[in-house]
């Protein structure tokens, strides 16, 4: 069959709506494979077009000082018009081509970039970074929409979350904090609308890249909204609360919900562990005490936590380790929660977040174990020990009360051991029962 | 739906040469118009990937807000005056827009002139810096800020009246 008349096809079936676009593009791309769609493919599309977009600015920076204004504001928006000039022919010409659509959107993302700046540069313009953000963010996100292309997305992400921290710096505004949703909502809306295309290795980078800067969203945020060290802890491990309750249990890595929740949620634990973030005295010296979270941020905390434990029961009340991770996030959430309200006892917290982050490190191992999972069970290790060396290492911890906690944990260790030894004899007793 | 994206991507590429055509506008039209003021300078060099080559620098005038003695942090719209010697002076920051001549702050938390850095060659802007570390104090450069209501461009950064390009390779 010939490859070319049946791709010809498939746009003419799509132009006359036969079928619909997403049919025509799966039909396109199993058609035309080995030609467009190969993941490595639009890698060095994407790669082979940003190192000619910088090359081309290299050449115009030799000689720039001698040229006359009008020549520099000229090649200043000529990298612009070659990516708004490749734009409109690959959409009227090679708009099924994957690896063309990627690497044109990233060469035309650059030309918007650059052309702003290098006009800035021409007037010695200084600063106004924040300025020069929002308006190369807003002037990329319909690239990502028209040319059906994520290699932008990430560079608007990194756009918007820079804008945000600027613009938040320091001073709380309505209006900021609502653009500032409002930007990253309108990348999310890229992701949400590709949501079902999971069999595509471009969203499932969307996704990534999503969460990644979900979480600086969350971070700016913290710092936009002054909020103390306990109470940025909250914000971010609730953050990490609601990814892991939203993964729907898979058992692969593909998906960024679980790896980075569990990597999240567990470095937020470690390092609440050292117990500095329940000294009331430590914030009594920036001259603030009480909670810095104002009433409206503790409700949507609260409904974040309910909505987690909903979603996390709904997700993995047929896993009882997961579902149990999950509590053990919460109670966190909830003991930090408590402690930014009564801002007392630092040392009690101090010892529940170290029980259960050892909690937590002991049930993985034990769950790595049973499931014959090498890197489950070194991730439990890699926790459990962790936490040990931390402790030992602890100077505001006595040193006889170290070594206490040690003994216990130790015979708690030998206790866990000896009760695996033995329900392992009991299952090998049962077995060989059976067999006589 | 693909008949629409030709359009939308029309309509998207007029709005991204509008954005760097007015700049540009912007710009010529406050270096024609705007009123003309010199600020004292230091230089001193630096170097940023992507940024390129360029000189730093620090306005006598900015350098006096960072000393404690001087309350005038606060506000987004610094007053101008010229002094005795011709050189501009920040007399006062304000928060709202003063009637006369003012200058806006390029920061959100204080008060700072939009005079940072000036792009010049790559093979100029070390030469500068030796240049002016030999003999700052004597040479006194500075800069002329074109200002228009909230639009600020530099003009020119010069040492002895002759402008930094031409004296560098004066040099």
Same mark, same amino acid.
């Given at each position: 069959m010939n490859k070319k008349w049946l791709l010809k096809e498939i746009e003419l079936w799509r132009e006359e709506e036969i079928i619909d676009s997403d049919s025509a593009e799966t039909l396109q791309n199993r058609y035309s494979a080995k030609s467009s769609s190969g993941t490595l493919t639009i890698i060095f599309s994407i790669l082979g077009s940003l190192l000619i977009g910088t090359g081309i600015i290299l050449i115009f920076a030799k000689n720039w000082y001698l040229m006359p204004r009008g020549i520099k504001i000229f090649l200043s928006i000529f990298p612009l018009l070659a990516g708004q000039g490749l734009a409109i022919f690959t959409l009227i010409k090679k708009y099924s081509s994957l690896a063309i659509r990627e690497g044109v959107a990233i060469f035309y993302t650059a030309g918007v970039f650059t052309a702003i700046a290098m006009i800035s540069q021409t007037f010695h313009l200084t600063y106004d970074f924040e300025r020069y953000l929002l308006l190369c963010g807003l002037l990329t996100l319909p690239i990502i929409f028209i040319l059906d292309a994520v290699s932008p997305l990430a560079v608007y992400f990194y756009a918007v979350v820079n804008w945000g921290a600027l613009a938040m710096d320091g001073s709380y505004s309505p209006m900021n904090t609502f653009l500032f949703l409002l930007l990253f909502g309108l990348g999310l809306l890229y992701v949400f609308v590709n949501?079902?295309?999971?069999?595509?290795i471009r969203h499932i980078y969307t996704l990534w890249i999503s969460v990644v800067a979900g979480f600086a969203v969350t971070l700016v945020f913290t710092f936009g909204l002054s909020l103390d060290g306990a109470d940025v802890f909250l914000v971010c491990l609730v953050f990490f609360t609601m990814l892991f309750a939203v993964d729907?249990?898979?058992?692969?890595? %593909? %998906?960024?919900f679980k790896p980075l929740s569990v990597l999240g949620g567990l470095i937020i634990m470690m390092i609440l562990s050292?117990?500095?973030?329940?000294?009331p005295y430590a914030y009594d010296y920036y001259g603030t005490t009480g909670t810095s979270m104002s009433v409206w941020l503790a409700t949507i905390i609260a409904l974040t936590m309910v909505a987690s434990l909903f979603l996390g029961y709904k997700h993995y009340r047929k896993d009882k380790g997961k579902f149990l991770f999950l509590i053990a996030m919460l109670s966190t959430c909830v003991l930090l929660m408590a402690w930014s309200v009564t801002q007392t006892n630092g040392f009690l917290y101090t010892i529940l977040i170290n029980l259960i982050t050892g909690a937590v490190g002991v049930g993985i191992i034990v769950r790595g174990v049973q499931s014959a999972e090498l890197s489950v069970t070194n991730l439990g290790m890699l926790v459990t020990v962790g936490l040990i060396l931390m402790r030992f290492f602890d100077e505001d911890m006595d040193v006889f009360w170290r070594g206490v906690a040690f003994l216990i944990l130790g015979g708690l260790f030998l206790f866990i051991n000896f009760r695996i030894i033995k329900k392992r004899k009991q299952v090998l007793n049962v077995e060989e029962a059976a067999v006589v | 739906m693909k008949k629409l994206l030709l359009p939308l991507l029309i309509v998207l590429i007029i709005f991204q040469l509008g954005v760097p055509a007015y700049l540009v506008y912007e710009k010529v039209d406050t270096l024609k118009t705007g009123a003309e003021y010199k600020f004292e300078v230091e230089i001193y060099d630096a170097y940023g990937a992507g940024k390129g080559q360029y000189v730093s620098l620090m306005a006598l005038e900015q350098r006096r807000f960072y000393s404690y003695s001087e309350n005038i942090f606060d506000g987004k719209y610094g007053i101008i005056t010229t002094g005795e010697d011709g050189f501009a002076k920040i007399a006062q920051t304000v928060k709202t827009k003063p009637s006369g001549a003012y200058i806006t702050s390029s920061s959100n938390g204080y008060f700072e002139l939009p005079i940072g850095r000036y792009y010049l060659d790559k093979d100029l802007a070390p030469g500068v810096q030796s240049l002016l570390f030999e003999g700052q104090q004597k040479l006194r450069p500075y800069v002329i800020l074109r200002v228009k209501n909230d639009k600020v461009v530099i003009q020119g950064l010069y040492i002895d009246d002759v402008r930094i390009e031409d004296y560098t390779v004066q040099d």
């Amino acid at each position: 069959m010939n490859k070319k008349w049946l791709l010809k096809e498939i746009e003419l079936w799509r132009e006359e709506e036969i079928i619909d676009s997403d049919s025509a593009e799966t039909l396109q791309n199993r058609y035309s494979a080995k030609s467009s769609s190969g993941t490595l493919t639009i890698i060095f599309s994407i790669l082979g077009s940003l190192l000619i977009g910088t090359g081309i600015i290299l050449i115009f920076a030799k000689n720039w000082y001698l040229m006359p204004r009008g020549i520099k504001i000229f090649l200043s928006i000529f990298p612009l018009l070659a990516g708004q000039g490749l734009a409109i022919f690959t959409l009227i010409k090679k708009y099924s081509s994957l690896a063309i659509r990627e690497g044109v959107a990233i060469f035309y993302t650059a030309g918007v970039f650059t052309a702003i700046a290098m006009i800035s540069q021409t007037f010695h313009l200084t600063y106004d970074f924040e300025r020069y953000l929002l308006l190369c963010g807003l002037l990329t996100l319909p690239i990502i929409f028209i040319l059906d292309a994520v290699s932008p997305l990430a560079v608007y992400f990194y756009a918007v979350v820079n804008w945000g921290a600027l613009a938040m710096d320091g001073s709380y505004s309505p209006m900021n904090t609502f653009l500032f949703l409002l930007l990253f909502g309108l990348g999310l809306l890229y992701v949400f609308v590709n949501r079902k295309k999971v069999d595509d290795i471009r969203h499932i980078y969307t996704l990534w890249i999503s969460v990644v800067a979900g979480f600086a969203v969350t971070l700016v945020f913290t710092f936009g909204l002054s909020l103390d060290g306990a109470d940025v802890f909250l914000v971010c491990l609730v953050f990490f609360t609601m990814l892991f309750a939203v993964d729907k249990n898979r058992d692969d890595f %593909l %998906l960024p919900f679980k790896p980075l929740s569990v990597l999240g949620g567990l470095i937020i634990m470690m390092i609440l562990s050292y117990g500095w973030m329940f000294d009331p005295y430590a914030y009594d010296y920036y001259g603030t005490t009480g909670t810095s979270m104002s009433v409206w941020l503790a409700t949507i905390i609260a409904l974040t936590m309910v909505a987690s434990l909903f979603l996390g029961y709904k997700h993995y009340r047929k896993d009882k380790g997961k579902f149990l991770f999950l509590i053990a996030m919460l109670s966190t959430c909830v003991l930090l929660m408590a402690w930014s309200v009564t801002q007392t006892n630092g040392f009690l917290y101090t010892i529940l977040i170290n029980l259960i982050t050892g909690a937590v490190g002991v049930g993985i191992i034990v769950r790595g174990v049973q499931s014959a999972e090498l890197s489950v069970t070194n991730l439990g290790m890699l926790v459990t020990v962790g936490l040990i060396l931390m402790r030992f290492f602890d100077e505001d911890m006595d040193v006889f009360w170290r070594g206490v906690a040690f003994l216990i944990l130790g015979g708690l260790f030998l206790f866990i051991n000896f009760r695996i030894i033995k329900k392992r004899k009991q299952v090998l007793n049962v077995e060989e029962a059976a067999v006589v | 739906m693909k008949k629409l994206l030709l359009p939308l991507l029309i309509v998207l590429i007029i709005f991204q040469l509008g954005v760097p055509a007015y700049l540009v506008y912007e710009k010529v039209d406050t270096l024609k118009t705007g009123a003309e003021y010199k600020f004292e300078v230091e230089i001193y060099d630096a170097y940023g990937a992507g940024k390129g080559q360029y000189v730093s620098l620090m306005a006598l005038e900015q350098r006096r807000f960072y000393s404690y003695s001087e309350n005038i942090f606060d506000g987004k719209y610094g007053i101008i005056t010229t002094g005795e010697d011709g050189f501009a002076k920040i007399a006062q920051t304000v928060k709202t827009k003063p009637s006369g001549a003012y200058i806006t702050s390029s920061s959100n938390g204080y008060f700072e002139l939009p005079i940072g850095r000036y792009y010049l060659d790559k093979d100029l802007a070390p030469g500068v810096q030796s240049l002016l570390f030999e003999g700052q104090q004597k040479l006194r450069p500075y800069v002329i800020l074109r200002v228009k209501n909230d639009k600020v461009v530099i003009q020119g950064l010069y040492i002895d009246d002759v402008r930094i390009e031409d004296y560098t390779v004066q040099d």
